[in-house]
């Protein structure tokens, strides 16, 4: 049997309150959040003045859509995965492995497989048309031919089987870590990570777990380009897995979401300072201004780091303190937020070929495109997905409550 290293290691924190209903709501919100801003980061990369890889450049461009893009992109996917991974362990404590298995095939395994054979063609399509009637900047990486499975690309379905790679992981390993738990080093790993999310230095230290897999990826601060080919770098499967295993580990001391709500407001005002240091650095590669690029390259990757880390620790924190509700409005949009996801970016893509050539602010295309795919992945949710076996799918079993009700949604079953 194993025998756990002697070191010293600091003592497990007093858990600050026990989990209850209102902080698995607001975790659940965050996840929601994080789907939700997709659809807003999407809608803006055509109004960045940065010319990048995209359906087409809008006529209006500000640069605050840049800044608005990089503040949601920072963070947002790393923030998905840690929820993921927290998710990920108290649905097999629930229910076994067995039906977790049957359960992530069924949630995530087929809308990815049906998304890859109904929405990719749609997407292409459009972003063909997207790069005829306006498009600046080459996206040979989505219009390419494949030559391989490895190169088909997956558009924003990525995240679909990046979660079921680590899915798969989670499984394997739950022999092994039976016998670690078992030999004591399952606890030792409770402490060291019970005492790190107890320290208010931790968004510090936490990137030098992350940053390393950002050198040598296609952006600083960026560790791939996500959803141009089916065969993820390894790079970017070990940085996102790092994010899912520490969700793994806080669902193992549940205790723990309680640290959240320390130092929230210092995490959001360090990401305020790191983004700027990661903004400076751009800004100085991009003028050339600098005589060692790779150390500047480094500081870079270093601040976006920090921003992610702060980010998700004072974005969480917030939501477990002032965002814990049960309304059923909210528990509505949290369930509908992943049809919303799996399905906006054809509209995102063509409605900012509708409005490319229109003289009207950036701000109010901007505005235009949001509200009108919000409204469309509402009445689309609610009349064909809901309530029908799309619903069943992705959320559940969902009975539509009675005309006088005022409830909007019923117990979920699954």
Request: with cysteine; hydrophobic share 55%.
């Amino acid at each position: 049997m194993l025998e756990p290293p002697a070191i010293i290691v600091p003592p497990p924190l007093a858990p600050t309150s026990a989990v209850g209903e209102e902080r698995l709501h607001a975790m659940d919100h965050v996840r929601a959040v994080a789907m939700l801003l997709g659809i807003v980061l999407h809608a803006a990369i055509s109004f960045m003045e940065t010319k990048v890889p995209w359906v087409l450049q809008d006529s209006q461009t500000n640069l605050g859509f840049d800044v608005l893009v990089s503040l949601i992109h920072g963070f947002r996917m790393q923030l998905f995965f840690f929820i993921a991974g927290f998710f990920a362990r108290l649905l097999i404590r629930r229910i076994g492995v067995r039906r977790f298995i049957q359960h992530r095939l069924v949630r995530v395994g087929i809308p990815f497989i049906v998304g890859l054979f109904t929405l990719l063609p749609v997407i292409f399509v459009i972003w063909m048309i997207g790069n005829r009637v306006g498009g600046i900047v080459p996206s040979a990486e989505m219009t390419r031919t494949p030559q391989s499975i490895g190169e088909f690309p997956t558009a924003h379905l990525w995240f679909l089987e990046y979660l079921l790679i680590f899915y798969g992981a989670v499984v394997l390993l739950q022999l092994p870590r039976v016998k670690l738990d078992k030999s004591g080093w399952g606890r030792i790993a409770d402490r060291l990570y019970s005492g790190l999310l107890g320290a208010w230095w931790k968004p510090f230290v936490l990137p030098l777990l992350t940053v390393p897999f950002l050198m040598g990826g296609p952006m600083i601060g960026e560790v791939e380009s996500a959803g141009v080919a089916m065969m993820p770098r390894w790079q970017a499967l070990i940085y996102y897995g790092i994010y899912f295993a520490c969700g793994w580990m806080l669902h193992r001391q549940k205790g723990l979401l309680g640290e959240f709500l320390r130092f929230r407001w210092l995490y959001l005002a360090t990401a305020v300072v790191s983004f700027a240091g990661y903004a400076a650095v751009l800004v100085a590669i991009e003028e050339g201004e600098v005589a060692n690029q790779r150390a500047i390259e480094m500081i870079g990757h270093t601040f976006a780091e920090i921003y992610t880390w702060a980010m998700l620790f004072g974005f969480t924190g917030m939501f477990l303190k002032y965002f814990a509700s049960r309304a059923a409005w909210a528990r509505y949009l949290a369930d509908a937020s992943y049809w919303f996801y799996l399905i906006h970016l054809p509209l995102v893509l063509w409605l900012q070929i509708v409005v490319a050539k229109w003289e009207v602010n950036a701000l109010l295309k901007f505005a235009f495109i949001n509200v009108v795919t919000i409204l469309i992945l509402l009445a689309t949710y609610d009349w064909i997905v809901r309530y029908t076996f799309i619903g069943r799918i992705l959320n559940g079993k969902r009975t539509r409550p009675e005309p006088n009700s005022p409830a909007l949604t019923s117990s979920r079953a699954g």
